[in-house]
Protein backbone atom coordinates (compact mmCIF):
# COMPACT_ATOMS: atom_id res chain seq x y z
CA UNK A 1 0.00 0.00 0.00
CA UNK A 2 2.63 2.65 0.74
CA UNK A 3 4.05 1.81 -2.41
CA UNK A 4 0.91 2.25 -4.17
CA UNK A 5 0.56 5.77 -2.80
CA UNK A 6 4.20 6.71 -3.95
CA UNK A 7 3.34 5.38 -7.47
CA UNK A 8 -0.41 7.54 -7.27
CA UNK A 9 -2.28 4.42 -7.62
CA UNK A 10 -6.02 5.62 -8.53
CA UNK A 11 -7.20 3.28 -5.66
CA UNK A 12 -4.91 5.66 -2.99
CA UNK A 13 -6.39 8.81 -4.34
CA UNK A 14 -8.38 10.86 -1.58
CA UNK A 15 -7.17 7.99 1.14
CA UNK A 16 -4.90 9.13 4.34
CA UNK A 17 -3.05 5.77 5.73
CA UNK A 18 -1.17 6.01 9.27
CA UNK A 19 -0.47 3.08 11.25
CA UNK A 20 -1.34 3.30 15.09
CA UNK A 21 1.26 1.70 17.50
CA UNK A 22 2.08 1.38 20.99
CA UNK A 23 4.75 4.11 22.92
CA UNK A 24 7.03 1.45 23.08
CA UNK A 25 7.38 1.02 18.85
CA UNK A 26 9.61 2.53 16.52
CA UNK A 27 9.40 6.12 16.61
CA UNK A 28 10.18 6.35 12.85
CA UNK A 29 7.93 4.77 10.13
CA UNK A 30 9.75 2.31 8.40
CA UNK A 31 7.51 3.18 5.06
CA UNK A 32 7.71 6.66 2.86
CA UNK A 33 4.23 7.54 2.66
CA UNK A 34 2.23 5.94 5.54
CA UNK A 35 3.44 7.64 8.85
CA UNK A 36 3.22 6.19 12.58
CA UNK A 37 0.81 7.33 15.68
CA UNK A 38 2.42 6.58 18.54
CA UNK A 39 -0.58 5.68 21.15
CA UNK A 40 0.01 5.01 24.82
CA UNK A 41 0.57 1.59 25.66
CA UNK A 42 -0.75 -1.49 27.48
CA UNK A 43 -0.74 -5.47 27.44
CA UNK A 44 -1.94 -7.07 24.24
CA UNK A 45 -5.74 -7.70 23.84
CA UNK A 46 -5.64 -4.91 26.74
CA UNK A 47 -3.87 -1.98 24.60
CA UNK A 48 -6.47 -3.22 21.44
CA UNK A 49 -9.59 -3.49 23.05
CA UNK A 50 -9.38 -0.36 24.95
CA UNK A 51 -6.83 1.94 24.10
CA UNK A 52 -6.78 1.71 20.07
CA UNK A 53 -10.23 2.51 19.04
CA UNK A 54 -10.13 5.80 20.99
CA UNK A 55 -7.74 7.12 18.19
CA UNK A 56 -9.02 5.68 15.41
CA UNK A 57 -9.80 8.98 13.03
CA UNK A 58 -11.78 7.00 10.38
CA UNK A 59 -11.88 3.10 9.35
CA UNK A 60 -9.50 0.82 11.13
CA UNK A 61 -7.73 -2.14 8.94
CA UNK A 62 -7.18 -4.74 11.43
CA UNK A 63 -4.58 -7.79 10.13
CA UNK A 64 -3.90 -10.08 12.58
CA UNK A 65 -6.38 -12.06 13.28
CA UNK A 66 -8.25 -9.52 16.37
CA UNK A 67 -8.89 -6.07 16.22
CA UNK A 68 -11.12 -4.13 19.34
CA UNK A 69 -14.97 -4.80 19.43
CA UNK A 70 -15.83 -1.17 19.52
CA UNK A 71 -14.82 -0.16 16.24
CA UNK A 72 -17.80 -1.23 13.73
CA UNK A 73 -16.07 0.55 10.49
CA UNK A 74 -13.20 -1.95 10.49
CA UNK A 75 -12.09 -4.43 8.32
CA UNK A 76 -10.36 -7.55 10.06
CA UNK A 77 -8.40 -10.25 8.82
CA UNK A 78 -8.69 -13.72 10.54
CA UNK A 79 -5.99 -16.00 8.78
CA UNK A 80 -7.27 -19.35 10.33
CA UNK A 81 -9.28 -21.16 12.26
CA UNK A 82 -6.25 -23.63 14.12
CA UNK A 83 -7.98 -22.64 17.54
CA UNK A 84 -10.53 -24.48 17.13
CA UNK A 85 -9.34 -27.28 14.62
CA UNK A 86 -5.95 -27.70 16.89
CA UNK A 87 -6.87 -26.50 20.31
CA UNK A 88 -3.50 -28.69 22.12
CA UNK A 89 -1.48 -26.33 20.09
CA UNK A 90 -2.24 -23.14 21.79
CA UNK A 91 -2.42 -21.98 25.39
CA UNK A 92 -5.90 -21.88 26.99
CA UNK A 93 -5.86 -18.22 27.76
CA UNK A 94 -5.02 -17.41 23.79
CA UNK A 95 -7.54 -19.77 22.17
CA UNK A 96 -10.00 -18.56 24.42
CA UNK A 97 -9.70 -15.28 23.58
CA UNK A 98 -9.96 -15.67 20.09
CA UNK A 99 -13.01 -18.06 20.66
CA UNK A 100 -14.88 -15.10 22.13
CA UNK A 101 -13.70 -12.46 20.13
CA UNK A 102 -13.51 -13.86 16.16
CA UNK A 103 -16.86 -14.70 16.22
CA UNK A 104 -18.20 -11.18 17.82
CA UNK A 105 -16.03 -9.52 15.63
CA UNK A 106 -17.62 -11.11 12.52
CA UNK A 107 -20.90 -9.63 13.82
CA UNK A 108 -19.32 -5.90 14.49
CA UNK A 109 -17.09 -5.61 11.44
CA UNK A 110 -17.71 -4.25 8.24
CA UNK A 111 -15.63 -7.03 6.36
CA UNK A 112 -14.11 -10.04 7.26
CA UNK A 113 -11.15 -11.59 5.31
CA UNK A 114 -9.12 -14.52 5.16
CA UNK A 115 -6.37 -16.02 3.55
CA UNK A 116 -7.28 -19.14 1.61
CA UNK A 117 -10.30 -21.10 0.59
CA UNK A 118 -9.65 -23.42 2.84
CA UNK A 119 -9.47 -20.81 5.37
CA UNK A 120 -12.29 -19.16 4.50
CA UNK A 121 -14.83 -22.52 4.51
CA UNK A 122 -13.33 -23.06 8.17
CA UNK A 123 -14.07 -20.06 9.42
CA UNK A 124 -17.64 -20.24 8.04
CA UNK A 125 -17.98 -24.26 9.64
CA UNK A 126 -17.15 -23.29 13.04
CA UNK A 127 -20.16 -20.55 12.98
CA UNK A 128 -17.86 -17.27 13.00
CA UNK A 129 -19.60 -15.93 9.78
CA UNK A 130 -20.74 -17.16 6.88
CA UNK A 131 -19.02 -18.47 3.68
CA UNK A 132 -20.01 -15.52 1.50
CA UNK A 133 -19.17 -12.57 4.12
CA UNK A 134 -15.70 -13.43 3.90
CA UNK A 135 -13.35 -12.00 1.43
CA UNK A 136 -10.43 -14.13 0.20
CA UNK A 137 -7.53 -12.17 -0.19
CA UNK A 138 -4.32 -14.31 -0.71
CA UNK A 139 -0.72 -13.66 0.89
CA UNK A 140 2.39 -12.97 -1.56
CA UNK A 141 5.54 -13.94 -2.27
CA UNK A 142 7.21 -10.47 -3.07
CA UNK A 143 9.26 -10.01 0.16
CA UNK A 144 11.55 -12.31 -0.26
CA UNK A 145 13.42 -10.56 -3.21
CA UNK A 146 14.53 -8.04 -0.78
CA UNK A 147 16.06 -10.95 0.91
CA UNK A 148 20.26 -11.00 0.05
CA UNK A 149 21.55 -14.87 0.84
CA UNK A 150 25.23 -13.64 0.26
CA UNK A 151 24.81 -11.42 3.26
CA UNK A 152 23.71 -14.44 5.65
CA UNK A 153 25.95 -15.15 8.24
CA UNK A 154 25.52 -18.72 7.94
CA UNK A 155 27.97 -19.00 5.09
CA UNK A 156 30.84 -19.32 7.44
CA UNK A 157 28.41 -21.90 9.72
CA UNK A 158 29.12 -25.81 9.80
CA UNK A 159 26.34 -26.80 7.83
CA UNK A 160 25.66 -30.04 6.07
CA UNK A 161 26.18 -30.71 2.55
CA UNK A 162 22.55 -32.36 2.25
CA UNK A 163 19.69 -31.16 3.97
CA UNK A 164 15.99 -31.13 4.05
CA UNK A 165 14.68 -27.74 5.86
CA UNK A 166 11.72 -27.01 8.00
CA UNK A 167 10.71 -23.66 9.02
CA UNK A 168 8.35 -22.51 11.75
CA UNK A 169 7.80 -22.56 15.21
CA UNK A 170 7.32 -25.96 17.16
CA UNK A 171 3.61 -25.85 18.05
CA UNK A 172 1.99 -29.67 18.04
CA UNK A 173 0.17 -28.99 14.93
CA UNK A 174 3.50 -28.28 12.86
CA UNK A 175 3.86 -32.02 13.43
CA UNK A 176 7.47 -31.75 13.69
CA UNK A 177 7.88 -35.73 15.29
CA UNK A 178 6.34 -36.80 11.98
CA UNK A 179 9.99 -35.93 10.88
CA UNK A 180 11.84 -36.89 13.88
CA UNK A 181 10.01 -40.60 13.43
CA UNK A 182 12.37 -40.67 9.83
CA UNK A 183 15.19 -39.18 10.86
CA UNK A 184 17.14 -42.35 11.31
CA UNK A 185 16.55 -43.25 7.94
CA UNK A 186 17.55 -40.44 6.48
CA UNK A 187 21.07 -40.31 8.24
CA UNK A 188 21.56 -43.54 6.45
CA UNK A 189 21.26 -41.60 3.36
CA UNK A 190 23.63 -39.08 4.53
CA UNK A 191 20.31 -36.37 4.70
CA UNK A 192 20.46 -33.76 7.71
CA UNK A 193 17.23 -31.97 8.91
CA UNK A 194 17.55 -28.16 9.89
CA UNK A 195 15.27 -26.90 11.78
CA UNK A 196 14.44 -22.57 12.23
CA UNK A 197 11.98 -20.62 14.55
CA UNK A 198 11.04 -20.57 18.11
CA UNK A 199 8.54 -21.05 20.30
CA UNK A 200 5.96 -18.35 21.85
CA UNK A 201 5.30 -19.64 25.27
CA UNK A 202 2.35 -17.42 25.38
CA UNK A 203 0.83 -18.22 22.34
CA UNK A 204 1.48 -22.34 21.69
CA UNK A 205 1.14 -24.83 23.96
CA UNK A 206 4.49 -26.56 25.25
CA UNK A 207 6.60 -29.42 23.28
CA UNK A 208 8.60 -32.03 25.09
CA UNK A 209 11.20 -33.01 23.61
CA UNK A 210 13.26 -36.08 24.02
CA UNK A 211 16.59 -37.11 23.38
CA UNK A 212 16.79 -35.55 19.67
CA UNK A 213 18.52 -37.50 16.62
CA UNK A 214 21.86 -36.66 15.78
CA UNK A 215 20.87 -35.40 11.81
CA UNK A 216 18.76 -33.06 13.67
CA UNK A 217 19.88 -29.57 14.12
CA UNK A 218 17.49 -26.75 15.81
CA UNK A 219 19.11 -23.59 14.61
CA UNK A 220 16.30 -21.14 16.21
CA UNK A 221 15.06 -17.99 15.25
CA UNK A 222 17.01 -16.80 12.11
CA UNK A 223 17.15 -13.85 10.07
CA UNK A 224 15.53 -12.90 6.37
CA UNK A 225 18.94 -13.14 4.49
CA UNK A 226 19.48 -16.45 6.55
CA UNK A 227 16.14 -17.94 5.80
CA UNK A 228 16.98 -17.20 1.80
CA UNK A 229 20.60 -18.89 1.96
CA UNK A 230 19.04 -22.06 3.86
CA UNK A 231 15.87 -22.12 1.08
CA UNK A 232 18.35 -21.79 -1.75
CA UNK A 233 20.66 -24.91 -0.41
CA UNK A 234 17.87 -27.09 0.70
CA UNK A 235 17.20 -30.29 -0.63
CA UNK A 236 13.57 -29.45 -0.12
CA UNK A 237 11.82 -27.81 1.93
CA UNK A 238 9.05 -30.59 4.18
CA UNK A 239 6.15 -28.42 5.53
CA UNK A 240 4.27 -31.69 7.73
CA UNK A 241 1.61 -29.63 9.36
CA UNK A 242 -1.48 -31.18 10.28
CA UNK A 243 -3.11 -27.83 9.41
CA UNK A 244 -1.81 -24.03 8.03
CA UNK A 245 -4.01 -21.59 7.25
CA UNK A 246 -1.70 -20.61 4.38
CA UNK A 247 1.63 -21.92 4.70
CA UNK A 248 3.59 -18.92 3.83
CA UNK A 249 7.18 -20.66 3.88
CA UNK A 250 5.97 -22.76 0.90
CA UNK A 251 5.80 -19.60 -1.19
CA UNK A 252 8.78 -18.16 -0.03
CA UNK A 253 10.32 -22.04 -0.83
CA UNK A 254 8.94 -21.73 -4.44
CA UNK A 255 10.00 -17.89 -5.01
CA UNK A 256 13.80 -18.80 -4.04
CA UNK A 257 13.61 -21.97 -5.77
CA UNK A 258 13.57 -24.56 -3.30
CA UNK A 259 11.16 -27.73 -4.27
CA UNK A 260 8.27 -28.61 -1.22
CA UNK A 261 7.68 -31.86 -0.07
CA UNK A 262 4.30 -30.91 1.71
CA UNK A 263 1.66 -32.55 3.83
CA UNK A 264 -1.95 -32.74 1.53
CA UNK A 265 -3.58 -31.15 4.44
CA UNK A 266 -5.35 -28.21 5.19
CA UNK A 267 -4.04 -24.91 2.23
CA UNK A 268 -1.05 -25.86 1.74
CA UNK A 269 -2.34 -28.23 -1.81
CA UNK A 270 -4.25 -24.78 -2.66
CA UNK A 271 -1.18 -23.03 -2.49
CA UNK A 272 1.45 -25.29 -3.84
CA UNK A 273 -1.22 -26.89 -6.66
CA UNK A 274 1.46 -28.97 -8.88
CA UNK A 275 5.15 -27.35 -7.44
CA UNK A 276 5.11 -30.10 -4.21
CA UNK A 277 5.39 -33.85 -3.76
CA UNK A 278 2.44 -34.71 -1.16
CA UNK A 279 2.27 -37.08 1.54
CA UNK A 280 -0.32 -37.86 4.29
CA UNK A 281 0.87 -35.90 7.86
CA UNK A 282 0.79 -39.15 9.63
CA UNK A 283 2.12 -41.54 7.28
CA UNK A 284 6.28 -41.61 7.82
CA UNK A 285 6.91 -43.88 5.12
CA UNK A 286 5.52 -41.63 2.33
CA UNK A 287 7.61 -38.53 4.01
CA UNK A 288 10.63 -40.76 3.36
CA UNK A 289 10.06 -42.00 -0.09
CA UNK A 290 8.70 -38.00 -1.52
CA UNK A 291 12.47 -37.45 0.07
CA UNK A 292 14.58 -40.03 -1.45
CA UNK A 293 12.93 -39.17 -4.91
CA UNK A 294 13.58 -35.21 -4.68
CA UNK A 295 17.21 -36.55 -3.68
CA UNK A 296 17.54 -38.85 -6.30
CA UNK A 297 16.15 -37.06 -9.22
CA UNK A 298 17.78 -33.59 -9.73
CA UNK A 299 14.98 -33.48 -13.05
CA UNK A 300 12.37 -33.75 -10.23
CA UNK A 301 13.92 -30.93 -8.21
CA UNK A 302 13.81 -28.92 -11.43
CA UNK A 303 10.57 -29.43 -12.69
CA UNK A 304 9.04 -28.58 -8.98
CA UNK A 305 11.07 -25.60 -8.87
CA UNK A 306 9.67 -24.75 -12.56
CA UNK A 307 6.24 -24.96 -11.71
CA UNK A 308 6.97 -23.38 -8.00
CA UNK A 309 7.73 -20.11 -10.31
CA UNK A 310 4.80 -20.76 -12.25
CA UNK A 311 2.82 -20.83 -8.99
CA UNK A 312 4.43 -17.13 -7.86
CA UNK A 313 1.47 -15.95 -9.90
CA UNK A 314 -1.31 -17.07 -8.60
CA UNK A 315 -0.53 -14.66 -5.64
CA UNK A 316 0.92 -10.98 -4.87
CA UNK A 317 1.05 -8.60 -2.09
CA UNK A 318 0.47 -5.78 -4.67
CA UNK A 319 -2.85 -7.43 -5.36
CA UNK A 320 -3.83 -7.94 -2.07
CA UNK A 321 -2.67 -4.15 -1.55
CA UNK A 322 -5.13 -3.36 -3.97
CA UNK A 323 -8.08 -5.76 -2.98
CA UNK A 324 -7.66 -4.19 1.05
CA UNK A 325 -7.94 -0.70 -0.91
CA UNK A 326 -11.23 -1.79 -3.10
CA UNK A 327 -12.54 -3.30 0.42
CA UNK A 328 -11.58 0.30 2.03
CA UNK A 329 -13.24 2.41 -0.54
CA UNK A 330 -16.22 0.56 -0.55
CA UNK A 331 -16.21 0.86 2.98
CA UNK A 332 -15.95 5.17 2.93
CA UNK A 333 -18.81 4.62 0.36
CA UNK A 334 -21.55 2.32 1.53
CA UNK A 335 -22.11 3.72 5.25
CA UNK A 336 -20.32 0.34 6.29
CA UNK A 337 -23.10 -2.04 5.33
CA UNK A 338 -21.57 -5.62 4.27
CA UNK A 339 -21.26 -6.55 0.72
CA UNK A 340 -22.34 -9.78 -0.78
CA UNK A 341 -19.07 -11.24 -1.89
CA UNK A 342 -19.71 -14.47 -3.84
CA UNK A 343 -18.36 -13.16 -6.97
CA UNK A 344 -15.58 -11.76 -5.44
CA UNK A 345 -14.50 -15.02 -3.89
CA UNK A 346 -15.42 -16.85 -6.85
CA UNK A 347 -12.81 -14.40 -8.79
CA UNK A 348 -10.09 -15.12 -5.61
CA UNK A 349 -11.11 -18.89 -6.69
Request: proline share 5%; aromatic share 6%.
Amino acid sequence: MDALIGKHHPLTAGITLEILCTADAADVSPFANVPLRLLPSAPGHLWEQFILPRYVRGGLLSLCNAGPLETKKQIVCIHDANTRLVPESYGFAFRTAYRVLHPLLAQRAAHIVTVSLFSQRTIARFGIAPTDEIEVIHNGYEHVLRWNADQSLLKQADLPNSFVLLVGSRAPHKNIAIIYSIAAELARRGIHILITGGVDASVYARERDGQLPANVRHLGRVDDNDLAFLYRRALCLVLPSLTEGFGLSALEAMALGCPVVSSDAGSLPEVCGRAALYAPPHNGSAWLAAIEQIAAEPLLRERLAAEGRKRLEAFSWRRGAEQYLELMFALDHDSGKRRQRGRQTARNA
